[in-house]
């Protein structure tokens, strides 16, 4: 399944991708090692739309996503809380914050008809192999 993202869409996901890898040395990060791992998986790919080909795919970038969107949104409380909500640097915020939660919400409905799929082909609710089953458009 193709997730479709605009330019700015895919900007933001690469600028808090970088501010994330940049802070992992400096103790400025406290991911759970899966997330970091999606994080760096999800990093080469934002050259366009993304292929999600199998459910496990899916669910690697909704969780790298998620990370990142929790990250933006504390980026945004804070500029707001050290400056004001009408300053430059946190309307960026914001948006950057918006960006994240439109592709985070795409990615979720592509993982619930991935789901739906896979539980009308199998006739039978996912099992734990059911991850790996791939995804053509």
Do not use: K, W
């Not at 945004?76 to 960006?99: C, K, N, R, S, W």
């Amino acid at each position: 399944m193709i997730l479709h993202c605009s330019f700015e869409e895919l900007a933001a996901l690469d600028a808090v991708i970088e501010r994330v890898r940049d802070s992992f040395g400096t103790g400025g990060v406290a991911a759970p090692p899966e997330a970091l791992h999606d994080i760096v998986a999800l990093a080469p790919r934002l050259i366009g739309d993304l292929s999600l080909e199998t459910l496990n795919d899916q669910e690697s970038v909704e969780r790298a996503i998620e990370f990142l969107l929790t990250d933006a949104r504390d980026r945004t409380d804070e500029i707001i809380l050290d400056q004001h909500p009408g300053a430059e640097d946190a309307v960026l915020a914001y948006f950057e914050f918006a960006h994240l939660l439109t592709v985070r919400d795409r990615v979720q409905q592509i993982g619930h008809e991935m789901r739906a799929i896979i539980d009308l082909m199998t006739g039978s609710r996912q099992t734990s192999d059911a991850g790996g089953y791939r995804f053509e458009d």
